[in-house]
C-alpha cells in the first residue's frame, strides 16, 4: 500500500478544484449553483441598508471618558439623550426689532418639538448681532428628521431681509449627513460600475469580453451583500455606511483583479490547447495559488482591524473580509464557468487560436513592451532600484504636507447647513460655546468641581450645577475658551480632567465634543501601535508560506511600506492642493492595511510567476520571464483597482476622498513603480538567495529544459 505524499495534496487539491469550472458537465452545475444563489441573494442584499448601524461611525469604545461620561449623562438626565439642535440669528449691523420679533415668534412655534415642550429663552451675544435658541429635539431618528427639516424650513420662512440664520448643533448635523447620502450608496454603485466597465473595454477591445468579468463582480458583490445583511440581522455584525461603501469597491476592485489575472492565463493556454476546456483547467490551476495568496493576504488583514479600539474601523474589517471571500469565489467559480461555455469568440476581436507550435514556445514574444522594460531591468538591476528606491523616497518628504485631524467644519466637501451655522456661532459668541464640555461629579461635590474648573487655563466660563431628577448628580457645562476641535481645546480638556479628577469622592468625569476628540485622537494612536504591526506579521507569514522563503517575503514587505510613505507623501501634494490636507484620524490605518495588503497583491501575482519560472529557467531568466509575461495583465489591473477606489471620491466626505486619492496613489505606485521595477530589480541584485532557504537558492543547471506538459484533470 502506498503512503500518501503530503506534498501532493495541495495540488491534487487544485487539481480537482480547477476541473469543476472547467468540466464539460460540472461547469452547469455550478452555473445553476450560481443562478440559486444569486435569487437568493438579490432579495437580501436589497435591505442591508435597513440593518446599517451608523451609530458607529462616531462611537468610541465603551471604557474611554467620553464615552462613560455619555453613559453617565444618559442615566441621570433623561433629557440628555436627545439630540441638541441651535438656530442662530445673525444681522451684521445689529439685531432690529423685526429680527427680535422673528425669535420670539420661532421659539413659540418650536416648543412642539422640543423635549420636555419647552425652548430657554434666546441668548444674545456680546456685540448684539446674534441670537441662539438651543433646545433638545424630541422623537426617535425618523421623527426627529423630519422635525430638523421642518425647523429649517421655519427659520427661513419669514425672515426679515437681511437677516441671517441657520440650524447647527448634533440634531442639524445628524440631518445633513443624512441628506447628503441621501441615494449615495446607489451613486457610488453606479460610479464604480461605470469606471470598471470603462478600463474593461480599453484592456480587451472587446465588445463582450468586458461583460462577463463585470456582471460576475455584480453577482460577488449581491452574495456579499446578503451575506454582510445576514450576519448583521442575526448574529450582530456592525455594518455602518463607509464599510458598506469599501465593501462595493473591494467587490469589483479586486475581483476584477483576479479576473484580469485568471482571462490573461486562459488567453495563453488556449494558444497552447485545442480545447478549451483543457486550457481552463490548466490555466485556473496555475492561477489559483496566486489568487488565493492574494485573498488570503486582504482578508485576514481586514480581519487584524479586529484588534482594533476604534469601533468604526473595526467594524470595517469583517465586512471587508467578506466582500473578499465573496470575489474569491465568483471568480474562481462562476467567471470560469461562464469562459468555458461561450468559448473563444468572446475575446471577438483578437480571438486566441490554438497554434501546435506555440505549445512549447516563449509566450514573452507576444509581449514586446514588458520586454523592453524586463531587459532594462536585467541590464542594471542596481541602477534600477536604487533609482526607483530613491524616488520614492523623495515623494515621501510630500507627507509633510499632511496632519492628522479634521476639523468639524471641513468634513463635508460642500457647505452644509449645521456647518454654517457653527461658523456664525464662532463669528459671534466665545469659542467654545457651540460645544461646550460636560462635567458629571456627585452632587455633594460639586462647589469642590466648579471651584476646581474654573482654575483652569483655557475654561471661559463655567456654568451652574444642574442636578439630576434623583438629586444623586450634577451636570456643570463648560465653556472653553478655544475652538472645539483645536489642539488647545484639547489640552485644555485635558487639564480640566486632570483637575476634577482630584476633587475626592466627585466621581468626575468630562464628556463634550473636545473630550470626544482628545479620546478619539488616543484610541487611534493606540489602534496604530496594535494593528500595524498585526498586519505586517499576518502578510509576512502568508508570504513565507506562500513562496516557501524568507528573504524573498522581507523584501516584499520593506517594499510596500516604502510604498505606503510615498503614497501619503504624492497624496500629501494633491490633497494639499485641494484643500484637504488635514487627514481624518482613521485615514492612516486604513490606508496602511489596504495599501499593504492590496500592495502585496501584485507582488504576488508576480513573483509566484517567477518563482515558477525559475524552477523551468533559472533564477535570473525566470524572474525577467515573468515580469515580461505579467507585466501587462498586472498594471491592467492596477489600474482598474486604483480607478475603482477613486470612485469614492463622489461620496460627499472629505475622509472618502481623501481615502480615494491616498489608496489610487498609492496603487499606481506599486503597480508602475514597486512591482515593475524595484521588485524584479532587488531579485536580480540579491540572486538566488531571494529564495531562501528552498530548494531553488541553491545553484541549478536548468539551461535546455523545456516547459513540461501539463498534466491536466479529467473532464466531469
Known sequence: MKTPNPRREPTMFRHRLAGLPSGRRSKYALLVFWLIVIAAAGPLALKLTEVQDNDTLGALPAGAEHSR?????????????????IAVYV????????????????????????????????????????????FPVAGDDERRGTAVTELKDRLTAGAPTGLRTALTGPAAAENDVFDAFGGMDTALLLATAATVALLLLVTYRSPVLWLIPLLTAAFANQLASAVVYLLARYAGLAVDFQSQSILTVLVFGVGVDYALLLIARYREELRRHADRHTAMAVALRRSLGAIGASAATVAIGLLCLLAAQLPSTR?????????????????????????????????WPFVPRYAPDVAGADVAADHRVWRGIAGLVG?????????????????????????VGLPGEETFTREVGSITGQRMIAAHYPSGTVAPADILATADRADQVVAAARAVPGVAEVGAPERSPDGRWVRIGTVLADTPDSDAALETVDRLRTAVHAVPGAQALVGGDSAYLLDEERTVDRDNRRVVPLVLAVVFVILTVLLRA?????????????SYLAALGAAGLILDAMGHAKLFVGIPLQTFLFLVAL??????????????????????????????????????AGVVLAATFGALSVLPLVPSVQSAVIVGVGVLLDTFLVRSLLVPALALEVGRRTWWPSALARPASPAGRRRPAEPVPANS
Open 69 to 85: 461620561a455619555a453613559q453617565r449623562a444618559e442615566a441621570a438626565f433623561p433629557d440628555s439623550r436627545a439630540p441638541l439642535a
Open 91 to 134: 444681522r451684521d449691523g445689529g439685531l432690529t426689532d423685526a429680527d427680535r420679533a422673528k425669535v420670539d415668534a420661532d421659539r413659540a412655534a418650536f416648543t412642539p418639538y422640543a423635549d420636555g415642550g419647552q425652548v430657554p429663552a434666546a441668548v444674545l451675544s456680546e456685540d448684539g448681532r446674534a441670537l441662539l435658541l438651543s
Open 315 to 347: 467594524g470595517l474589517g469583517p465586512v471587508g473580509a467578506i466582500g473578499i471571500v465573496a470575489a474569491l469565489l465568483a471568480m474562481t467559480t462562476l467567471l470560469p464557468a461562464v469562459l468555458v461555455l461561450f468559448g473563444r469568440w468572446l475575446f
Open 379 to 403: 541590464r542594471r538591476p542596481r541602477t534600477v532600484w536604487i533609482g526607483t528606491a530613491a524616488a520614492l523616497v523623495a515623494l515621501s518628504f510630500g507627507i509633510g504636507n499632511l496632519s
Open 550 to 562: 524568507l528573504v524573498a517575503p522581507l523584501l516584499l514587505l520593506a517594499s510596500v511600506v516604502l
Open 599 to 636: 500592495g502585496v497583491d501584485y507582488t504576488i501575482f508576480l513573483t509566484t510567476r517567477a518563482r515558477e519560472e525559475a524552477a523551468l529557467l533559472g533564477h535570473r531568466q525566470g524572474v525577467l520571464h515573468a515580469l515580461t509575461v505579467t507585466g501587462g495583465v498586472i498594471t491592467s
